[in-house]
């Protein structure tokens, strides 16, 4: 009933997954052909599939295009009504002038004058300046919707034609007496620049420049396995290349092609599926697991189908190790190399050189793999970055002069690539600790830092409770041994462990571990002394509550007795009053009951160990009655029964623990003393 309430979620999330990365794969069709300039043809004959032009490059287009864009001329227009209202003012203003001194020759003069100006054409000092640094020579000067071809070097500004009409003047006309006739009141530009007839000109231009040059017939030669591709064929299998992506964009096979990325990605996820259901159940099971493998096989994704489609920056310097990095953190290395192979075949379908792009993301994955295959130390992290940038630099090296078998040719910026990589993986360490804060996981790094003796919470607790202290560390190699033995989280078990019994700080010498004399519990009730040994349940989550322990720590401190009752107590009072009804919720502990191999036999661990110190006899068989005895009665009492333990675990745990207590409490020799 479990395996069919989970599975169908999860196998919702893998097709929304396959969907969602199908729906933003590029669009254009893939070539199914790699060929390189300059490299032979790797590929049986080709020939023509129908007739296409050969197509310029870019650069060829922009250069003839820059070419007409220089040779071309903007075009102006005239306003030939400016020029004749401008000499009709200056006629009327005749009649007010000072004909005592303006003669009429002067005023003749400059009739002349602004006619011949206005002819040439004034501009606005700003236009004429454009067209000079544009190194403009000519212009077309539209009149009446006819273009006449106009010198720049011809055309005025108001200035420049004040100054020709005074430094031009006949010898017999005095200019000062010239410049009294203010005849900067009569100019004003009569020429001015006509955009839009300009842009559509040169954009007819532009558009007149050929894209192509020169046509491939249909069924016509173009290369053959080993021949070397030159300059030509090059140029034409990039057309061919450009008219079948062309062909294949088109409205009417973009459903067929959604239809083809959905069914190959969901193939491959499929694959990652089959994996978790065969090997990795626990993660398969688990929405919050499947939630975050799902997230980083995603994300992944479409980071390189944003990088692809807009062509920001090498796809090299997206840092896809850092995603086995992350799972090998939370779980184990073959789920951190299968999901990384599963997230490069799906960019292998989008990247220019998949073949590269292969063996470079495959060979880095692998290197995570050895590089974490024991994580313990953050240090770990930075040093796995370092052999990732050593692994790309010598793979793409070696491919290079593979592929080239020229070290000329070798592109040194992928270095630059790889080394941006390599910063980028540096920020796993923080990568690691946001998602242990967003989806509750504990790195067996943080385990390890916690379990340090020298933390400042264990270090309290073996300072305050001593005898606590040192249960806690025998209680962490008995269920640390036992997790081994039973493919459980050995480390999750050893820093449970340490910490399980912190709730001891508050009241510690009410626990027989910390009392040298003493007994506070002789003077209690029965009922007091099990509600202060039961406390120290509650007081251990909220002590690790404020001290922000990971949540797998805290299941340890409130599963460790389950719901099982404090025995001591709870036999005492039963035995001193046999006939009255008992309310045996004084003496349960809260649970919840454990729920997982690891707080299972960390139950297990607790109570043997305690139960072990009150043997006056470690022999064999004390040790192993003992064992037995108390685990098989927390199996009748049923607090074992929500963890996935089986019998051959369960067994595997008590053999263990028998041989660890035989160790733990073996008999030493005494030493023979010196005979004088």
Not at 171 to 186: A, E, G, I, Q
Not at 199 to 207: F, T
């Amino acid at each position: 009933m479990k395996l069919k309430y989970y599975t169908i979620p999860t196998a919702v999330f893998f097709v929304i997954t396959a969907a969602l990365i199908a729906y933003f794969f590029p669009r254009e069709g893939k070539f199914r052909y790699q060929f390189y300039e300059g490299k032979p043809w790797r590929y049986g004959l080709l020939t023509a599939p129908g007739d296409f032009p050969i197509y310029k490059t870019d650069e060829q287009i922009k250069a003839e295009r820059d070419s007409v864009l220089n040779s071309f001329e903007p075009y102006f227009r005239l306003n030939k009504e400016i020029g004749i209202a401008e000499v009709d003012k200056l006629r009327e203003a005749y009649a007010t002038l000072d004909h005592q001194h303006i003669t009429p020759p002067y005023m003749q003069y400059i009739d002349r004058s602004l006619v011949q100006l206005y002819k040439s054409g004034i501009v606005s000092y700003q236009e004429l300046e454009d067209l000079k640094k544009e190194n403009r020579e000519r212009i077309n000067v539209l009149e009446n919707n006819v273009a006449k071809t106009h010198y720049v070097s011809d055309l005025f500004t108001v200035r420049t034609a004040y100054e020709f009409i005074l430094n031009n003047a006949p010898p017999h006309l005095d200019k000062d007496l010239l410049r009294t006739c203010n005849v900067n009141n009569f100019l004003t530009e009569n020429i001015s620049y006509d955009k839009d007839m300009s842009d559509k000109v040169a954009e007819n231009l532009l558009n007149s420049v050929p894209i192509a040059n020169g046509m491939v017939q249909a069924g016509e030669r173009i290369v053959d396995r080993g021949e070397i591709v030159d300059n030509r064929t090059y140029n034409i299998l990039r057309s061919l290349k450009i008219v079948h992506e062309a062909k294949t964009g088109g409205n009417q096979r973009q459903g067929l092609m959604i239809g083809g990325q959905f069914v190959l990605v969901f193939g491959i996820i499929f694959c990652f599926w089959l994996y978790l259901w065969s090997f990795r159940s626990r993660i398969l099971y688990s929405r919050k697991n499947t939630s975050f493998m799902l997230l980083c096989i995603s994300v992944s994704c479409l980071l390189t189908e944003v990088c692809i489609r807009y062509n920001l920056f090498n796809v090299y310097i997206l840092p896809y190790a850092i995603i086995p990095i992350v799972v090998r953190t939370f779980f184990d290395s073959r789920t951190a190399l299968f999901a990384h192979l599963i997230i490069v075949l799906i960019c292998s379908l989008m990247v220019p050189y998949p073949h590269e792009f292969l063996i470079l993301q495959i060979i880095a994955g692998m290197v995570v793999t050895f590089s974490l295959k024991d994580l313990s130390e953050r240090s770990q992290l930075i040093r796995c970055a370092f052999f990732l940038y050593l692994s790309y630099t010598l793979s793409y090296t070696g491919m290079a002069i593979y592929m080239e078998a020229d070290i000329s040719k070798i592109n040194w910026l992928m270095l630059l690539y790889f080394g941006i990589n390599f910063i980028l993986l540096m920020f796993a360490y923080i990568l690691v600790y946001m998602l242990e804060k967003v989806f509750g996981y504990v790195s067996s790094i943080t385990l390890v830092e916690l379990s340090n003796i020298n933390n400042p919470l264990l270090k309290s607790l073996s300072e305050v409770a001593p005898g606590t202290f040192q249960h806690s560390l025998q209680v962490s190699t008995l269920a640390s041994d036992a997790a081994v033995k039973i493919g459980a989280n050995a480390q999750l078990v050893r820093t449970g462990a340490m910490y399980h019994d912190i709730g001891k700080m508050a009241n510690p010498a009410f626990f027989t571990e910390n009392q040298t004399s003493v007994n506070p519990h002789d003077q209690l009730p029965y009922e007091q002394s099990a509600r202060i040994i039961i406390g120290h349940v509650t007081e251990g989550v909220k002590t690790a509550e404020k001290a922000s322990l990971p949540q797998a720590i805290i299941d340890f401190i409130r599963t460790h007795h389950g719901r099982g009752k404090a025995k001591y107590f709870y036999t005492m009072y039963r035995n001193k009053y046999p006939g009255k009804e008992i309310d045996e919720t004084l003496f349960t502990y809260p649970g919840p009951n454990p729920f997982s191999k690891e707080t299972g036999v960390l139950m297990m661990a607790d109570s043997v160990e305690a139960a072990s110190r009150s043997l006056k006899e470690h022999t064999e068989e004390k040790i192993t009655e003992l064992v037995n005895r108390i685990i098989d009665g927390q199996q009748a009492d049923g607090l074992l029964k929500n963890t996935p333990l089986t019998f051959r675990d369960v067994e595997l745990v008590k053999n263990t623990f028998i041989e660890k207590l035989k160790i733990m409490y073996h008999t030493r020799i005494s030493y023979p003393e010196m005979k004088k």
